[in-house]
């Protein structure tokens, strides 16, 4: 380690996942993440049970990221933390540690925005997209299409209206019986149906909006008039059904994302964010990316979904920018790009 060099600490902790990453000259040495399981039996995360979660796992995961990163505490040169957009009791245990953190070693510390942060996990590993893109963010709380123009500079050019999509797949899992997290199991079903089994309404809205809100609406519907006439429906039509719901679900995002590709003229797309996990969605993505010509840029499953790697490269560059905040920083739930 030479004096120059930039090591940075950064935690993730917006919602049910305490993460930690070391971050050294710009390139990520590890990412270190304790998922909470306590979840599950409630079919949704519970604020007050993921902020318990944070306490205990939060020093043991800084703990191994420094260890494993072979660089010690006074090595670091600052601190960054996700300051929002996620659940306050959450958030507040992770800007409560750095803010500790910082001081005692006394270095500057970095608040970062969970949203550009998923947008940056693109630039941890190669090929990294080149500017300007338009970024397809999808997660369990938003849904939005960015134009990306630099590392710090982007622009929200559409977003849900109502619920987010992995909101959406959460939601109508629900409704055919399967536990919580049911998106990555409506996917695993979804790989052995038919896609155009069943028709669900598109919603479209003005501009690059989208709304996510009547598609649950619709299989609410569908599922209890089919389910008067067959007790067994679900069960007898699963893999069929969850094929169904993710086609529509999938149909809708880049119903838009072609639209905004058009209107900005641009042929780098990228997506990002814990639906962009989704098989489903990265095929079609991938297939629509050949037709299109474009050149598409899907981040490793790990920094799809919430991850502190993503934290400590959004920190890097604006630590590079000297974009620092001081200790009367509080976190927020809702964080504007």
Known sequence: MGNKDISILAIESSCDETSASIIVNGKVLNNIVATQSVHEKYG???????????????????????????????????????????????????????????????????????MQAHILAHFIDDPKPDFPFIC?????????????????KMEVIG??????????FDKTAKLLGLPYPGGPLIDRYAKEGNPKAFKFPVTRMPG???????IKTAVLYFLRDQLKENPNFISENLPDLCASIQYTLIEMLLIKLKEAAKLYGVKEIAIAGGVSANSGLRETLAELARRKGWNLYVPKFEYCTDNAAMIAMAAHYKYLKGEFVGLDVTPLTKMKL
């Open 44 to 114: 949704g995360v519970v604020p007050e049970l993921a902020s318990r979660a944070h306490q205990e796992n939060l020093i043991p995961v800084i703990q191994e990221a420094i260890l494993s990163s072979g660089i010690s505490k006074e090595q670091l040169s600052a601190v960054a933390f996700t300051r929002g957009p996620g659940l306050m009791g959450s958030l507040l245990v992770g800007v409560s540690f750095a803010k500790a953190f910082a001081t005692a070693l006394k270095i500057p510390l970095i608040d970062i925005n969970h």
């Open 208 to 214: 690059l909006n989208y709304s996510f809100s009547g």
């Open 136 to 152: 397809l963010t999808v997660s369990g709380g938003h849904t939005q299409l960015v134009s990306v123009k630099d590392y710090l």
């Open 159 to 168: 977003e849900t209206q109502d619920d987010a999509v992995g909101e959406a």
